[in-house]
T-cell receptor, first 114, second 120 residues
Framework: EDKVVQSPLSLVVHEGDTVTLNCSYE??????LLWYKQEKKAPTFLFML????IEKKSGRLSSILDKKELFSILNITATQTGDSAIYLC??????????????FGKGTLLTVNP | GAVVSQHPSRVICKSGTSVKIECRSL??????MFWYRQFPKQSLMLMAT?????????EQGVEKDKFLINHASLTLSTLTVTSAHPEDSSFYIC????????????????FGPGTRLTVL
């Protein structure tokens, strides 16, 4: 069975702190790993990672994938209250032909206090 | 770019009625659309995958006759919850993928804002 495990499940920090969110996976037919941010509604896309060791960066957020150890991390530096959200990790798997599907982890609930 | 809309955002219906939810990709052609369900404090659970012009592929445990999916065009997919019951109350989210981008298939899914269904 394909598994995506995120840790921690929840995290409370103060503004300005740096956080690291973890995602490990055990899947067959791995294609890519994606990070999403979910606030009150549906998830918004952050990063897609396909190659090991190449950091993707967007402002204060960055992410990297290790395909040998089967995990990814999402870093957020100088956190702000607006970073408070659920961060979802998803692995894209081939599901037959050219089709694929995402398997999601349970998410990490990040709360940034002023 | 990559904007996906859903309509309605919220619907309340009586038990036994059917509800249709629309998912549209506004600025790209979605060769594949996905329907998810999310319960409170839980992650997204994939219900089905639909490719334009063909039948949807349902995940194990999802009733095809209850959750009818139609993907009639490259910008529109619909989910109809037939004979809805209170246990169908949930947050339904669609996502769309553009398939071919720059000669490489992309698996990035862009999500709609979701539809909150409440069945009384």
């Amino acid at each position: 069975e394909d598994k995506v495990v995120q840790s921690p499940l929840s995290l409370v920090v103060h503004e300005g702190d740096t956080v690291t969110l973890n995602c490990s996976y055990e899947v067959t037919n791995f294609r890519s790993l994606l990070w999403y941010k979910q606030e009150k509604k549906a998830p918004t896309f952050l990063f897609m990672l396909t190659s090991s060791g190449i950091e993707k960066k967007s402002g204060r957020l960055s992410s990297i994938l290790d395909k040998k150890e089967l995990f990814s991390i999402l870093n957020i530096t100088a956190t702000q209250t607006g970073d408070s959200a659920i961060y979802l990790c998803a692995v894209s798997l081939r599901s037959g032909g050219s089709n694929y599907k995402l398997t999601f982890g349970k998410g990490t609930l990040l709360t940034v206090n002023p | 770019g990559a904007v996906v809309s859903q309509h309605p955002s919220r619907v309340i219906c009586k038990s036994g009625t059917s509800v249709k939810i629309e998912c549209r990709s506004l600025d790209f052609q979605a060769t594949t659309m996905f329907w998810y369900r999310q319960f409170p404090k839980q992650s997204l659970m994939l219900m089905a995958t639909s490719n334009e012009g063909s039948k949807a592929t349902y995940e194990q445990g999802v009733e095809k006759d209850k959750f009818l999916i139609n993907h009639a065009s490259l910008t529109l997919s619909t989910l109809t919850v037939t004979s809805a019951h209170p246990e169908d109350s949930s947050f339904y989210i669609c996502s769309a993928s553009g398939g071919l981008a720059g000669g490489i298939y992309t698996d990035t899914q862009y999500f709609g804002p979701g539809t909150r269904l409440t069945v009384l």
